[in-house]
């Protein structure tokens, strides 16, 4: 399984901010949408991702506070991207060995959407029930074996 095909089923939604946007205004959206990242673009390039992760550090680092800061102050900065034909499997090894929760796929220098953890994880579920099923099937249909009798 192919990252294009989580997001066949994903659908098209795709939220992204600017640098400059402030964070309260990104905090928002993310609540609004039940989302947990946006994606940070500028002049047409990913720049950043900005994660709830972010934003709960600045509220301890803020007294509960997110202040007027920017996204460009807080958002990770070097986001590690896959693209529509990375195997599940590899961006399952990328998220647990980077600790990342929300990978933008880029085709060339496109946004092309965003995976999150839990995307991968029910895409897989949905696949080994799939296969499951394929299988308890085929032993349902299975012939039976002549019985020979030994006389």
Not at 40 to 62: H, K, P, Q, S, W
Not at 84 to 103: A, G, K, N, Q, S
């Amino acid at each position: 399984m192919r990252v294009s095909d989580i997001l066949k089923v994903k659908g098209n939604a795709l939220f992204t901010v600017t640098p400059d946007t402030l964070l309260k205004d990104a905090a928002t959206t993310m609540a609004e949408h039940d989302i947990g990242s946006l994606v940070v673009m500028e002049y047409g390039d990913l720049v950043g991702m900005l994660t709830f992760r972010e934003v709960i550090l600045t509220l301890r680092t803020n007294d509960g506070s997110v202040g007027t800061s920017t996204i460009r102050k807080v958002m990770d900065d070097h986001p590690i991207s896959c693209t529509p034909e990375t195997d599940v499997d590899e961006v399952r090894r990328i998220m647990l060995e980077h600790h990342v929760r929300y990978l933008p796929v880029m085709e060339s220098r496109t946004l092309m959407g965003v995976i999150s953890f839990y995307d991968v994880a029910k895409a897989v579920v949905e696949a080994q029930d799939f296969e499951n099923r394929l299988l308890k099937a085929y032993i349902r249909d299975w012939p039976e074996e002549e019985r020979h009798v030994a006389r």
